[in-house]
């Protein structure tokens, strides 16, 4: 697991999981630099969007973020794996709560998981790696 503070700017970790190589690039969410997002979106197989469900306040900035990023043809094949965190919450929405709220339905017609997590404990993190990976192998089956 790798610990992180609130994105000021970029970060970029590679990491593997079931033999696959991952590199994560941490974009943050800012306004201010959401109009840098376009150059980090070529190339990828997978998008990983983490909401803070408990945050429903938040909620329609988030879903309105995620609709910007998928409006971008490069992601015409991309994953989407969204972690509804904070799920120790009384308030979080529950995964399926979150996938209605988000609309994915409108932003993507790539498939798309919305897994509940707990970041800081790790509960529910390798969950949604394992439909991650999956998706992408389905996508690029060894040879």
């Not at 190589?21 to 979106?41: S, V």
């Not at 909620?59 to 994953?79: G, N, P, S, V, Y």
């Not at 919305?114 to 998706?135: M, N, P, R």
Request: charged share 25%; glycine share 4%.
């Amino acid at each position: 697991m790798v610990v992180t503070i609130p994105t000021i700017g970029f970060n970029v970790e590679t990491f593997e999981y079931k033999n696959i190589k991952f590199t994560a690039w941490d974009i943050g969410g800012q306004e201010k630099i959401r109009c840098l997002w376009k150059h980090y979106l070529c190339n990828n197989d997978a998008v990983i969007f983490v909401v803070d469900a408990a945050d429903i306040e938040r909620i329609d900035e988030a879903k309105q973020a995620l609709h910007l990023i998928f409006e971008a043809e490069e992601l015409a094949d991309t994953k989407l794996l969204v972690y509804a965190n904070k799920q120790d919450h009384p308030d979080a929405l529950s995964a399926e709560e979150l996938r209605e709220r988000m609309e994915l339905s409108e932003a993507t017609r790539n498939p798309t998981h919305v897994q509940a997590c707990i970041a800081t404990t790790g509960e529910g993190i390798y969950e949604g790696l394992d439909w991650l990976s999956k998706a992408v192998t389905v996508s690029y089956p060894r040879r």
